[in-house]
């Protein structure tokens, strides 16, 4: 149990264009959902928190109108980079924290999207 | 500031040697401390949660101890094998969020 999955595992775009990437917990319904970047060699970082049906919070230094992020269902959370550069070529992780289990906080992470900006 | 700090070099050692990681934290006081192993281009994996009050933690060939008072946090594998070559992070609860050290990447010789 307690699986969440993203979508696409990788993409390659051309600068200027947007790229949307989904997170879905397959198993379970999630609350709230988190979604890091992680460049190579280094840690996760997480960049905004999204609870379903309402708007996402984002860390600080994170631009809200270029990473946009939907939580519209307790399953599905997405992340859209707008006007993607190179320097936001990264991993991008998503997480999310199970209902049922939120005693011991526990976070399930996404398999990653590799994103590669031209 | 806020850190966690973990081995920044890679650990190698040899097939069934035990590995011991490093974890150490400042200014936080979390109520409990998490390992997760994470392999090439994939997410982190869940491996063990200990919390404040528990001095060390068990799970098949892992074990995981907790010193409040150091802010520190190791863990260990034992009987290691190649297929346990991964990095490893640790992550806290702070501000009500999962922080993450930069991990420590093994390598386990067959």
Known sequence: ????????????????????????????????????????????????TSNEGSKATYEQGVEKDKFLINHASLTLSTLTVTSAHPEDSSFYICSARDLARDLVNEQFFGPGTRLTVL | SQKIEQNSEALNIQE??????????????????????????????????????EKEKRKERLKVTFDTTLKQSLFHITASQPADSATYLCALRGGGKLIFGQGTELSVKP
């Open chain 1, 1 to 48: 149990g307690a699986v969440v999955s993203q979508h696409p595992s990788w993409v390659i775009c051309k600068s200027g264009t947007s790229v949307k990437i989904e997170c879905r917990s397959l198993d379970f319904q999630a609350t709230t959902m988190f979604w890091y970047r992680q460049f190579p060699k280094q840690s996760l970082m997480l960049m905004a």
């Open chain 2, 16 to 53: 069934g040697k035990t590995a011991t990681l490093t974890c150490n934290y400042t200014n936080y006081s979390p109520a409990y401390l998490q390992w997760y192993r994470q392999d090439p281009g994939r997410g982190p994996v869940f491996l063990l949660l200990i919390r404040e009050n």
